[in-house]
C-alpha cells in the first residue's frame, strides 16, 4: 500500500509540475503540450471504443485530427492565422468518411459516431480553452496569452475535487448520484464548491484581468461543471466496464481519468466568458 501510495503521489506532482510548467512558462509550450494531451486523450478514447468490439475507428488519424484541430484553434483566435488554418482538419474529416467506402467493416455509422464523438468530446473541448487563454486587449489591438485564464480552470478543478472529497468523507450522507458514482455525495459537492469559491476570490485579489463578481462566476461554473465532466466519464467507463481509461500515469488511471472534469468545463467556462463580455 505504501508503495502505491508513493507512485501515486509521485506520478501526480510530476503530471501538475508538468502541467502548470507548461501553461505559465509561455503559450508555445502550453499550445505543444496541450496539443499533444488532446491527440493521446482521443488516442486513448478511440481505443476503450474499438474494444467494444462494436466499432473501428482509426485511430492515428482521428488522434491527429485533434492534435491539429488544437494547433488551428490557437493559431486563429490567437490572430496568428485566418481561417484557412482549418482547411487541413476539413480533409482528415472528410479522410476518415471517406474512409468507410473502402473499409469491409459492417458498422460504418457506427465507426463514424464513435469517431465523431471523439472530436467533439476530446478534440473541439480541449481546443477550446485557447479561446480562454488568448484574449484581446481592452483597447482590442491585439491577443495575448493570459496564462492565468487556463491555470485558474486547473486549480478550481483541483480545489473542487480535493474538497469534495475530504468534505464527502467526513459529512456525506446524501448520495449526488449514486446510479453512476456511489461515492459522491451532495455534501461532497457543496463542500467543494464553496472551497472553490475560496481559491476564486483568492485569484481575484492578485488577479485584475476579471472582477470579482466574474471571478467568484468562474469558479462556480468550474465547480458544477467539472462535477458534471467527472459524472459523464464515469458514466461512459460503467458502460465500457471498466475502472480506469488507462495506466499512463501510475495510481491516477488514463489521460480520460485526468481531463474528465476538464473536458466538459472547458467549453462551460468559454461560454461564460463570451456571455459576460456580451454584457
Known amino acids: 500500500m505504501n508503495s502505491n501510495l508513493i507512485k501515486r503521489s509521485i506520478s501526480g506532482l510530476l503530471f501538475v509540475i508538468l502541467l502548470v510548467g507548461s501553461i505559465v512558462y509561455g503559450s508555445v509550450t502550453f499550445v505543444a503540450l496541450f496539443a499533444l494531451f488532446s491527440a493521446f486523450t482521443t488516442y486513448e478514447l478511440t481505443g476503450l471504443l474499438n474494444d467494444t ?31 484557412v488554418i482549418f482547411i487541413p482538419y476539413l480533409a482528415i474529416m472528410l479522410y476518415l468518411f471517406i474512409q468507410q467506402l473502402y473499409l469491409k467493416h459492417e458498422n460504418p455509422i457506427g465507426n463514424l459516431s464513435a469517431t465523431m464523438l471523439s472530436q467533439f468530446y476530446v478534440g473541439l473541448n480541449f481546443a477550446l480553452i485557447n479561446a480562454l487563454s488568448f484574449v484581446s486587449n481592452e483597447g482590442g489591438l491585439y491577443v495575448d496569452y493570459y496564462y492565468i485564464m487556463p491555470l485558474a480552470l486547473f486549480i478550481f478543478i483541483w480545489v473542487n475535487d480535493t474538497g469534495a472529497y475530504c468534505v ?15 461515492n459522491k455525495s451532495w455534501e461532497g459537492s457543496i463542500g467543494g464548491g464553496i472551497s472553490t469559491l475560496i481559491a476564486a476570490a483568492i485569484i481575484a485579489s492578485i488577479s485584475p484581468i476579471l472582477s470579482y463578481a466574474e471571478w467568484m462566476g468562474f469558479g462556480l461554473v468550474v465547480a458544477v461543471f467539472g462535477t458534471w465532466g467527472d459524472l459523464i466519464e464515469s458514466r461512459f467507463k460503467r458502460q465500457l466496464k471498466i475502472k480506469d481509461s488507462g495506466n499512463i500515469l501510475p495510481g491516477h488511471g488514463g489521460f480520460l481519468d485526468r481531463f474528465d472534469s476538464t473536458l466538459i468545463a472547458i467549453p462551460a467556462v468559454v461560454f461564460y466568458i463570451y456571455l459576460i463580455k456580451m454584457f
Open 168 to 182: 464527502g468523507s467526513l459529512l456525506g450522507k446524501r448520495k449526488l448520484f449514486p446510479r453512476i458514482s456511489p
Open 53 to 83: 468490439q462494436k466499432v473501428t475507428v482509426n485511430r492515428p488519424i482521428t488522434a491527429l485530427g485533434s492534435f491539429y484541430l488544437f494547433i488551428a484553434m490557437a493559431g486563429y483566435v490567437s490572430d496568428n492565422a485566418t481561417s
